[in-house]
């Protein structure tokens, strides 16, 4: 083939890988409303996808909270503006790396997981003997983790904040002798909940669906075999990071009134 013919094929393909995304995801709403029927699924992959993530999160916003706290008062000083580094600290957090690292945490750690798991019960053929026994696996399989995944996703991102400002606190507190009112009180009268916290949590919850959305997609559609499994994984969390970014920048710009 040519290589328009070959540009052609390439975006037929993602044309098609779109459409069945659509549909399957459909198909999630619709049985995710039927999971009061069957709690104890949706509790248990809420720990397995929310809780086992925990320790990378705390981790993650704690070194990142320390960085900002040395990069924010070095650039602030220069500018005579040292007693704002509480809220710089905090707005960075709350409104871009919060949501955004906490989800790219998430796809690599948990997105990753699930793809793996279902894609190793589509080998095994778990999936079709659940079919075989009238249970829908995606009543049963898919729709529990798809929720437990965009529950989790707001909640690891405030605890992203939570430590992201503690780590932010003991640098330049502790470290950088800056005053703990003064910390605190630039954050109590510069923060704005609806600007600021707000539009972290709308972020975090749009990027929980769409990073569960592909995991268990790619996961359910796996070619049956190791190296399809491979792949899947592999898939979810490049298109899981590059749509974790692109609609970041579309949710900011629309934020911004710049669209």
């Known amino acids: 083939m040519n290589p328009a013919g070959r540009l052609g094929a390439v975006f037929l393909e993602l044309l098609q890988d779109l459409g069945r995304a ?17 709690p104890h699924l949706f509790l248990d992959q809420l720990y397995s996808v929310g809780v086992m993530s925990v320790a990378i999160i705390v981790a993650a916003g704690l070194f990142v909270g320390m960085m900002l706290g040395f990069q924010g ?19 960075f957090l709350t409104r871009e ?8 945490l998430f796809a690599g750690r948990a997105g990753s997981s699930l793809t793996a798991e279902i894609g190793l019960m589509k080998v095994t053929q778990q999936l079709a003997a659940i079919e075989m026994m009238a249970v829908n696996p995606v009543d049963r399989v898919i729709a529990p983790r798809f929720a437990a ?18 780590g932010g606190y003991l640098v330049g507190v502790l470290v950088l002798d800056v005053n703990a009112g003064i910390f605190w009180g630039s954050i109590e ?3 704005d909940v609806y600007d600021d916290v707000l539009s ?7 990027f929980g669906v769409i990073v569960t959305w592909i995991s268990v997609f790619q996961g359910y559609h796996v070619v049956p075999s190791t190296a399809g499994v491979s792949r899947a ?25 710049k669209v």
Do not use: H, N, W
Request: aromatic share 16%; hydrophobic share 60%; no cysteine.
């Open 22 to 38: 659509g549909i399957f995801l459909l198909r999630i709403f619709k049985s995710v409303f039927m999971l009061y029927r069957r």
């Open 73 to 91: 008062y070095y650039s602030l000083v220069a500018f005579g503006a040292e007693s704002s580094l509480g809220l710089a600290v905090v707005l």
């Open 97 to 104: 790396l919060s949501p955004v690292l906490t989800a790219l």
């Open 149 to 166: 995944g965009v529950i989790a996703m707001p909640f690891l991102t405030v605890l992203f904040t939570v430590f992201g400002l503690a």
């Open 189 to 191: 009268t510069g923060i």
């Open 200 to 206: 972290g949590i709308f972020k975090s919850i749009v």
């Open 233 to 257: 994984t592999t898939r979810t969390v490049v298109f899981s990071s590059l749509a974790i970014l692109g609609f970041d920048y579309g949710i900011t710009a629309i934020m911004f009134d």
